[in-house]
């Protein structure tokens, strides 16, 4: 699989990733702000979650996380947290 066919195949995983707290999905609600594959199969993802101080959002990116990493070409996800407060503590736990 080559690079574009794997960013098409994460960029359906996470259009049909939907909120926990309601039933649209992540594009529909603006949550993705970049995604990047690099050659040695890590993804890069730059997420403003919805709400940042919820835990049932930190742990659906978690959830996300391990679906992305399901896929064989992908290796590691990594996130960069945006728009919230201390988003380090959010990486900490996502990019274990």
């Not at 039933?23 to 690099?38: A, L, M, N, Q, S």
């Not at 997420?47 to 990493?69: A, E, G, M, T, V």
């Not at 064989?72 to 503590?89: A, G, L, M, W, Y």
Request: proline share 6%; aromatic share 8%; charged share 30%.
């Amino acid at each position: 699989m080559n690079k574009k066919q794997l960013t098409r195949k994460i960029a359906k995983i996470i259009g049909n990733w939907k909120d926990v707290h309601d039933d649209k999905v992540f594009f529909e609600r603006d949550y993705v702000k970049k995604i990047e594959v690099d050659p040695s199969g890590t993804v890069f993802l730059t997420i403003k979650p919805s709400r940042p101080h919820c835990p049932c959002c930190l742990l659906n990116l978690k959830k996300l996380s391990k679906k992305l990493r399901s896929n064989k070409q992908i290796h590691s996800v990594n996130f960069t947290i945006i728009d919230v407060p201390e988003p380090h503590r959010w990486m900490q736990i996502l990019n274990d």
